[in-house]
């Protein structure tokens, strides 16, 4: 079956453009989540959905980051007026269950460069 | 808080073992293994709640050792698909992971 999809792989953009990054989660699954990943460290976390209700949001650096899931399904993570520390890999996971501990499973994230 | 993991590289050659650990001040609601391969997504490994828990598959295990501040991932018979780099998470409310900084694993033939 399908697996968890990021659109685009790859993004350049110049300091201060925005940026819409694209999240398809496995069909059915109730959670995801958004983690940025700089280079050499492990994914941190940014935010959090169950349906299309974001329940954490508390991982965002900052008010241009911004993250919807309108029906329950695809998301969007958004940064506006891109910074050249915003360049890192952002990454999309998405989870069956909601309560007990379960596996995410990772999309091969989005590489993002802000020049 | 950020678990801790040690070491922070390894170098084997194709059938040797390894030893990655992950540990915590405090004790942790559960830990997670992922391995990552440069540029891919990371993968699931396993997930261990108990503490005193074990768990293995094929040539990989884990343990959560009893006071669940510290878990251990042993890798046998080391293969080269094995390397990459190695997170554990812990759990901080609703399934939100906090990793580690990552053990990165090289096998060579």
């Known amino acids: 079956g399908a697996g968890v999809s990021q659109s685009p792989r790859y993004k350049v953009a110049k300091r201060g453009q925005d940026v819409a990054l694209r999240c398809d989660p496995i069909?059915?699954?109730?959670?995801l989540f958004w983690y940025q990943q700089a280079l050499g460290q492990g994914p941190e976390f940014l935010t959090y959905?169950?349906?299309?209700?974001?329940?954490?949001k508390s991982g965002l650096p900052s008010d241009r980051f911004f993250a919807e899931r309108p029906e329950g399904s695809v998301s969007t993570l958004k940064i506006q007026r891109t910074q050249q520390e915003d360049s890192a890999v952002y990454l999309c996971?998405?989870?069956?269950?909601?309560?007990?501990?379960?596996?995410?499973?990772f999309g091969p994230g989005t590489r993002l460069t802000v020049t | 808080q950020q678990p801790v993991q040690s070491p922070q590289a390894v170098i084997l050659r194709e059938g040797e073992d390894a030893v990655i650990n992950c540990s915590s001040s405090?004790?942790?609601?559960?830990v997670h293994w992922y391995r990552q391969k440069h540029g891919e997504a990371p993968v699931f490994l396993m997930i261990?709640?108990?503490?005193?828990e074990q768990k293995g598959h094929d040539k990989i295990s884990a343990s959560f050792n009893e006071k669940k501040q510290q878990s251990s991932l042993y890798l046998t018979a080391s293969q080269l698909s094995y390397s990459g780099t190695y997170f554990c998470?812990?759990?901080?409310?609703?399934?939100?992971?906090?990793f580690g900084q990552g053990t990165r694993l090289t096998i060579n033939p």
């Open positions: 996971a998405s989870s069956l269950q909601v309560l007990d501990s379960y596996e995410q499973y």
């Open positions: 069909s059915g699954h109730v959670s």
């Open positions: 959905f169950q349906n299309e209700a974001q329940l954490d």
């Open positions: 405090k004790a942790l609601y559960s």
């Open positions: 261990l709640l108990k503490g005193g």
């Open positions: 998470g812990t759990e901080k409310g609703a399934q939100k992971l906090v």
